[in-house]
């Protein structure tokens, strides 16, 4: 299995415009988590899904922050419009609740909002 | 919100000595994880400990866990160049549906 794949790596893009992220869980997993990683606020939980259902979405910042999971296979967290504060690293990760909880993380990506 | 706090924020140590990290947090768990990452690269699992277990090895790492003081520490003994990477504690927070919130983590640097 190729891991967690998270598109794109980077991204750069003007305050206003939206932005969508996207994530790959491991085949087979059930659970998938997105966190968001700053300096100052360390890795927040923004929103987790079991079995495709949203969980908790109680780390979502704003109404600008959507996150979906249409199918097992994929889940896109969304954020319009855009501000220079949601510059940060985001995470997709993946895991089996049945094997124990141990998460799988993907590469990140990296936004940056001018 | 965090629920996990490691201790120190900061550890510099030399190749060869032992570095203990400590992780508090707040609720009751099921179980809780060590991670490490590397700088730009995304968190990789360590070692795993469920709330009935007291302490845990593997390799060179060891985990204990005290969840009447609701806190946990890492140690990696004989520490090497190589390990040097931020480390993280996460709870799997009992009743959440598998909830699994990170600390801040501690940054570890070993000089050689």
């Known amino acids: 299995d190729a891991g967690v794949i998270q598109s794109p790596r980077h991204e750069v893009t003007e305050m206003g415009q939206e932005v969508t992220l996207r994530c790959k869980p491991i085949?087979?997993?059930?659970?998938l988590f997105w966190y968001r990683q700053t300096m100052m606020r360390g890795l927040e939980l923004l929103i987790y899904?079991?079995?495709?259902?949203?969980?908790?979405d109680s780390g979502m910042p704003e109404d600008r922050f959507s996150a979906k999971m249409p199918n097992a296979s994929f889940s896109t967290l969304k954020i319009q419009p855009s501000e220079p504060r949601d510059s940060a690293v985001y995470f997709c990760a993946s895991s089996s609740y049945r094997g124990g909880t141990e998460a799988f993380f993907g590469q990140g990506t990296r936004l940056t909002v001018v | 919100s965090q629920q996990g706090e490691e201790d120190p924020q900061a550890l510099s140590i030399q190749e060869g000595e032992n570095a203990t990290m400590n992780c508090s947090y707040k609720?009751?768990?099921?179980?809780l994880q060590w991670y490490r990452q590397n700088s730009g690269r995304g968190l990789v699992h360590l070692i795993l400990?469920?709330?009935?277990?007291r302490e845990k090895h593997s390799g060179r790492l060891r985990v204990t866990l005290d969840t009447s003081k609701k806190s946990s520490s890492l140690l990696i003994t004989a520490s090497r160049a190589a390990d040097t990477a931020s480390y993280f504690c996460a709870t799997d927070e009992r009743g959440s549906n598998y909830k699994l919130t990170f600390g801040k983590g501690t940054l570890l640097t070993v000089n050689p």
């Open positions: 899904f079991n079995n495709n259902v949203p969980i908790d």
């Open positions: 609720t009751s768990i099921n179980n």
């Open positions: 400990i469920r709330s009935n277990e």
């Open positions: 085949s087979g997993h059930n659970s």
